[in-house]
């Protein structure tokens, strides 16, 4: 064998940076510590694999998280042992809720002390293993290539998810030297995550469908998550169905279009929580029945028949039975229906959809997404309303957690799926501006806009600082009404407005702040400030742009679905419910 | 309803905890739980009984198969089986009760592995019903010590739990 055949000999660490490269892998978001010291000396050695470094592990895990929400691909996190890696969790939490890939290396204490309490120590394999979909140590430098191969595959397949790789100091040493090869595919018998979906079944949900005289098409984050909006797309304008989104699902079917009913549950829009509970067909596609949509499963949609698309069967019949199961992944499972029906003989019943039609549409005309309209305050909707026109509906919109989240759902329509980046699972406040970050980084030329609020903005408030390290030119919407809004929604309507720690006192001056961290900053008061206001942030092209927007600290988001009731019973304003 | 679920895992540190920390994590009962590796060193196999309605039990199966390191698995309460249980049982035994205690151990099958001049060590293998009665039975009997391995079952006829 001639010398070039011979596999490059590396160290742990310098394979696992090779590996990443390898693995297509651009960026890597992180913070280093000792156990990771010689991993970074390999990162530093070579110019493929791209660092950034964050100020809190937090915000590496949200960024690489919102990497793969917009792109599909894995993001990629490194933190040393202990604190970085324990500060990595809610990160990881929050992919693990989403169904997020994404690939968490985190270093260890050197082999012969895990157990000992060492410095630096945790159990981060026994901490993170309800969080992960898997997570592997490594015991042996040489089978680096093979688990970082192992991890991307488990993270990506299937229903995706986070994957943690803890790697003990002693098996990066830089010294010792391991023939490295990186696997083409790898196997393992005991998972095998690829489903078609069944024919037989496939064709019973087409039939029912083609039945139906109420259908209403229900889609989530699967359909963003398996890149099968164009499919869902086409499947629902041919059969003419109603189609509502989850929270997670939102832009996989174009919020434009006529057929679109809006969001569905807990803040869901009137007309499509009423089809809902009203629908003789349910069709859920990559959705998984989750409480904030059903509202009381017992009273959940009486009469209808559930088909219901997952690659996960554990998310098939959990809550909700479904009478029309498919388990496969969403985007050939579409396709194959869409294939089928071109070739079955039933007929819609359009005159008995023509009648559906009308009743949604009158349903559409009792709240239809509309909000007090003040000419003295700034509401809410009104700027995620302004911020749609400024950039042409076609900014990635990253949000955090509370009132601020629920308004961007409602009101930035959502044309396209992968844009639309917020914490549906876990709720992650913290969440939107490492995310706006993460995707910043990969699309510098698209418009990222983080909408959050002053409670959750000052959650991870420090990464301004990486910001302007990697010059991130994302646009801040802080909705600022001086309270922790969901919480004192909920105060006003449950514990008669006693707001128990729900304002906040002492908020920093953010303009100030903003400047300080080497950004712009400017503030809105008055509605009439907002236009010129967003007019100049968006001329600012390549600069962060922390627009705090003082909004009127009275309101609620609305309808809000009435607690234990069914999927129509809804709060609609202050004043009304249903 | 009470049912028997058997699993081929990898034979990897860490599996067992994943399958514990499962039922933990999603509140599901553990009755027992019983582990070892099998004739192919790879692969071990964990008997587990747990209790629950047709649909908890439809999540536990589904929840089990996700873990990437199961293989395969069977609920064994779902067609005809074989169940059993180890069980030793330390009990006093001196004067007239010596005699007692053996008869009674005679009568389930038991076998006296350990004696003393006060005490009895019985092992009883049988269905955990089976070992229960046992215990039943010795109600007149100081028991000091009771330990059981926890069922194992396997599948009656051809059927067989492998890869």
Redesign the interface.
Known sequence: MSQQNQPEMLSGGAMLVRALHDEGVEYVYGYPGGAVLHIYDALFQQNDVKHVLVRHEQAATHMADAYARASGKAGVVLVTSGPGATNAVTGIATAYMDSIPMVVICGQVMSHLIGDDAFQETDMMGISRPIVKHNMSVRNPADIPMMVKKAFYIAQSGRPGPVVLDIPKDMTIPSQKFPYEYPKEIKLRSYNPNAKGHPGQIKKALQTLLAAKKPVLYSGGGVILGRASEELTELARKLNLPVTNTLMGLGAYPASDAQFIGMLGMHGSYEANQAMHNADVIFAVGARFDDRVTNATKKFCPNATIIHIDIDPASISKTINAQVPIVGLVKPVLQEMLSQLDKLDGKLDQAALQQWWDQINQWREVHGGRYEQRADLLKPQAVIEAVHRHTQGDAYVTSDVGQHQMFAAQYYKFDKPNRWINSGGLGTMGFGLPAAMGVKLHYPDAEVVCVTGEGSIQMNIQELSTCKQYGLGVKIINLNNGYLGMVKQWQDMNYDSRYSSSYMDSLPDFVKLAEAYGHVGIRVTRPEELEPALERAFALKDRLVFLDIHIDPKEHVYPMQVPGGAMNEMFLSKTERT | MRHIIAVL??NE??AL??VV?LFA?RGYNIDSLTVAATEDPTLSRLTLVTRGDD?VI??IT??L??L?????LVDLSESAHIERELMMVKVKASGDQREEVKRCADIFRGQIIDVSPTTYTIQVVGTSEKLEAFIEAMSNTQILEVVRTGVSGISRGEKALA?
Do not use: T, Y
């Open positions: 895992l990898e540190s860490g905890a994943r920390g994590q649909q439809e999540q589904k929840q198969h996700k990437i390191e199961v293989v395969k890869l």
